[in-house]
């Protein structure tokens, strides 16, 4: 059977306030199904995007005694943020939201930067398979909807049967950028993959692709080291948040695995004030 990788980044939490030294943000070695050995790691085949064209995209900073990480996630409310349960591990403090930046390493006017104690992830969520990667952080001030701070709309009730094999979807984040580079991109980066159909998935990750699993392909292109917790989007609809590749790694022409987020409507209007159609 594959193993798979999930896909954060560590690094030293060296303020309390927004970290502009980036210096220090490293890949986790020893963190376990991590790809920071990965030869080639970053938004596979992307390019940077257009500064504030997709407002719905949140930068996390997630502090926890050991240290602290770095994960994506989407604007779901203006209370709300969504992201993969393996951003939100167990012993983590506090979360810094990062809501309309385009480059983390400047104090951009269109930045809103929130702090928040308030996370859950899915009760189920297993580390081990990547099942119910889900989890979403309470924003304690909402978030100021602007031309820059967007929500990003869920699938419809009427979705929950909709694979999306066949459509177009953006992928996005702030993960690392090149095989020569040790740090996170300083600019948001997208890439554009095909959605594909769950049984061609299986062929590469096995057992680990379940209906609760959306899969983007494409040659050398999709998510990597960093990108975890952030949105796949069909439509102007987020169908999926970045959970994992496989463990021999980002750039080996392989699937993009994400949780699908039709299959947990009913979790995420449970746990937020998302409106849901």
């Known amino acids: 059977m594959r193993e798979i990788g999930l896909i954060f980044i560590i690094f030293s939490l060296v303020t309390a306030h927004v970290i502009r030294d980036w210096s220090n943000i490293k890949p986790a070695p020893a963190v376990p199904n991590s790809l920071a050995s990965s030869e080639e790691i970053k938004i596979v085949g992307g390019n940077e995007a257009a500064r504030n064209s997709l407002p719905y995209q949140v930068a996390l900073l997630l502090n926890d005694k050991e240290g602290g990480y770095f994960c994506g ?13 393996h951003c939100l591990a167990d012993g983590l403090i506090s979360a810094q939201v990062i809501l309309g930046a385009h480059n983390l390493r400047r104090s951009e006017s269109t930045q809103q930067l929130i702090s928040s104690t308030t996370f859950k992830h899915h009760e189920n ?6 099942q119910n990667d889900l989890g979403v952080i309470y924003l304690p001030t909402p978030a100021n909807l602007n031309q820059y701070v967007q929500l990003i709309a869920l699938p419809s009730r009427a979705d929950v049967s909709n694979s999306f094999a066949g459509s177009e979807a953006v992928a996005s984040g702030w993960g690392l950028f090149s095989s020569s580079s040790d740090d996170l991109s300083d600019v948001l980066r997208y890439v554009d993959v095909p959605v594909i159909a769950n049984d061609v998935c299986q ?5 680990f692709i379940t209906n609760s699993i959306i899969c983007s392909g494409g040659v ?6 960093g990108d975890s917790g952030g949105p796949l989007v069909v439509s102007n609809q987020l169908v999926g948040v970045a959970s994992f590749v496989g463990e021999w790694g980002c750039y080996a022409g392989y699937p993009s695995a994400f949780t699908r987020v039709s299959s947990f409507l009913d979790w995420i209007s449970a746990n937020t004030d998302a409106v849901i159609s």
């Open 73 to 85: 996630g989407s604007l779901i409310s203006s209370r709300y943020v969504l992201t993969a349960a």
């Open 203 to 207: 062929e590469n990750f096995g057992s």
């Open 220 to 225: 050398d292109k999709g998510i990597c080291s």
């Open 125 to 130: 969520f297993n580390n081990q398979t990547g």
